[in-house]
Antibody, heavy 117, light 108 residues
Framework: QVQLQESGPGLVKPSETLSLICTVSGGSISSYYWSWIRQPPGKGLEWIGYIYYSGSTNYNPSLKSRVTISVDTSKNQFSLKLRSVTAADTAVYYC???????????WGQGTQVTVSS | EIVLTQSPGTLSLSPGERATLSCRASQSVSSSYLAWYQQKPGQAPRLLIYGASSRATGIPDRFSGSGSGTDFTLTISRLEPEDFAVYYCQQYGSSGITFGPGTKVDIK
């Protein structure tokens, strides 16, 4: 059973870069697609983007100019960088396996990131 | 971008009742790429239905999905206490992935 765990700072200053890592255990990252999804407080889910283990990516057009997702197969990890953050980027950030057949069968527990000075 | 609209926003029902949740897309979605998730407070979403009508592993058969094109439905045949939660639909297409705003099913 593949498990995912997000890690990274819980507090980021405005205009700085949010950086998160997702560690995959119980299986190899060298298959499937891997995604980042976020949820602002009290709101719904927003897809950020996904990466294939080979490195090809697809990003949400609304965030594309600020997002980079990368993969490190040697560490079984993938990561998210979101540049020039504002308070609107405050959210719980989830990493997930997929899209697998177009859906997400496995999610991390999520990590809260607050943007504040 | 395909926009998903869910209705109602909130559904107030009693245990044992039937819940019918709607998800409407701004343009046609392949049935293969429509999924439903359940989310409880403080938890990550859990996959319920994929391919519009296939139950995910371990999901009770009181959950069923149907629909095609732009109109999809999640039905919970008899609500159990643990079913009170927020439900999201999600689509996957050439322009990316979008989620609906969610339907909250709460106890009447």
């Amino acid at each position: 059973q593949v498990q995912l765990q997000e890690s990274g700072p819980g507090l980021v200053k405005p205009s700085e870069t949010l950086s998160l890592i997702c560690t995959v255990s119980g299986g190899s990252i060298s298959s499937y697609y891997w995604s980042w999804i976020r949820q602002p407080p009290g709101k719904g889910l927003e897809w950020i983007g996904y990466i294939y283990y080979s490195g090809s990516t697809n990003y949400n057009p609304s965030l594309k100019s600020r997002v980079t997702i990368s993969v490190d197969t040697s560490k079984n990890q993938f990561s998210l960088k979101l540049r020039s953050v504002t308070a609107a980027d405050t959210a719980v950030y989830y990493c997930a396996r997929g899209p697998y057949g177009g859906y997400y069968p496995g999610w991390g527990q999520g990590t809260q990131v607050t943007v504040s000075s | 971008e395909i926009v998903l609209t869910q209705s109602p926003g909130t559904l107030s029902l009693s245990p044992g009742e039937r819940a019918t949740l709607s998800c409407r897309a701004s343009q046609s979605v392949s049935s293969s790429y429509l999924a439903w998730y359940q989310q409880k407070p403080g938890q990550a979403p859990r996959l319920l239905i994929y391919g519009a009508s296939s139950r995910a592993t371990g999901i009770p058969d009181r959950f069923s999905g149907s629909g095609s094109g732009t109109d999809f439905t999640l039905t919970i045949s008899r609500l159990e206490p643990e079913d009170f939660a927020v439900y999201y639909c999600q689509q996957y297409g050439s322009s990316g992935i979008t989620f609906g705003p969610g339907t909250k099913v709460d106890i009447k």
